[in-house]
Each structure stands twice: as structure tokens, then as C-alpha cells.
């Protein structure tokens, strides 16, 4: 677990996030709405921990966040020491985000995706490549069906919701 503290922008926009989703969930629980405002306004909040382009509305304006400096960080010493890792996030956007990182910072990867077409090739490609340093896995679409041992290193950028897709994804490394 590698702990980062959000900067001052991005804290101000998570508060602001928490701030209207516990007045909107309370007000929908009173009114005798469902426990779904109150998993949305959890969904919310862990986008806003992740980056805040990623909250509805919102926009950052570094382009940045901790959490995506802290992995950047984590993968140049891995990438550095000739190591390969494997990054889970159950945000796709989130994903693309770090594919721009990537790309700026010269380091190979492969991605995979519910949308990747050609998802063998990807898989096949990362172990062989010596150059490919990274595979970006969305959850959902990286939790079975896939042996990718030549990494030594697995991110889990928003942890899930179940502990044991989260098993199931370190489990492909």
C-alpha cells in the first residue's frame, strides 16, 4: 500500500465533492430513496482520489494528481531496474490518462480494455517485448483469463469494491 496525500487543489475539490454528495445523499435517504445515491457519491469520491478530471463537471488543471505522481515515480525505479509492471484501474479514463504520462515519459507499454480488439496480441507482446515495461488493465477486463509472470510489480490504482477481483488481478502476475 502506498499512501499519498492529496495536494491542496486536488483536496479542495474532493471536499467539495464530499461536501455535495452527503447533503444529496442524506436528503434522498430521508426522502426514502435507495442506497444507490450513496454508492454513486462513493464512486465520486474515489474518482476525485484518483484525478480530478475524472468527477462530472471538473477539470485539473496540472493535467496531474498525486496518485498518478507516485505510480510515475514507482514505475521509473521499476522501469529503471529492469522490471515490469502491471496497472489496475477500474477507471478507464483514468487509464488514458496515464497512457498520455507514459508516452510523454518514453516508457513502453501495453493496454488492455473491454474495447481492446486485438487483446492477444497484447498479452503475447508484453512478456516477449524486453522494451514494454507496463500493462495498463482496466479490472474488469484484466481479472481472468490472463498469465502475465514476467511482471514483478502490480498497482492497483482505485482499489475495487471486492477484495477478491483485486486477488484475482494481482493473481495474473
Known amino acids: 500500500v502506498l499512501d499519498c496525500e492529496l495536494s491542496a487543489d486536488e483536496r479542495l475539490v ?3 465533492v464530499r461536501a455535495a454528495t452527503v447533503r444529496d445523499v442524506v436528503d434522498r435517504l430521508r426522502s426514502g430513496g435507495n442506497v444507490m445515491a450513496a454508492l454513486e457519491a462513493l464512486l465520486r469520491l474515489r474518482q476525485a482520489a484518483c484525478h480530478a478530471s475524472l468527477v462530472p ?4 488543471e496540472s493535467g496531474t494528481s498525486s496518485k498518478l505522481e507516485t505510480l510515475h515515480a514507482r514505475l521509473e525505479e521499476a ?40 487483446r492477444g496480441e ?14 495498463l488493465i482496466s479490472l474488469k477486463a484484466g481479472g481472468t483469463g490472463l498469465n502475465l509472470t514476467a511482471a514483478q510489480y502490480v498497482f492497483i490504482l482505485d482499489p475495487w469494491w471486492n477484495p477478491a477481483v483485486e486477488a484475482q488481478a494481482v493473481g495474473r502476475a
Do not use: C, N, W
Not at 82 to 96: D, E, M, P, W, Y
Not at 102 to 108: G, P, T
Not at 125 to 132: H, S, V
Open 57 to 60: 463537471g471538473q477539470t485539473a
Open 122 to 135: 497484447a498479452i503475447d507482446r508484453f512478456p516477449g517485448d524486453p522494451d514494454t515495461s507496463a500493462f
Open 79 to 118: 522501469v529503471a531496474d529492469g522490471h515490469k509492471a502491471l496497472v489496475f484501474s477500474q477507471f478507464t479514463q483514468f487509464l488514458g490518462i496515464l497512457r498520455s504520462r507514459l508516452d510523454d515519459a518514453a516508457i513502453r507499454y501495453e493496454y488492455l480494455d473491454g474495447k481492446t480488439t486485438k
Open 14 to 16: 474532493y471536499d467539495s
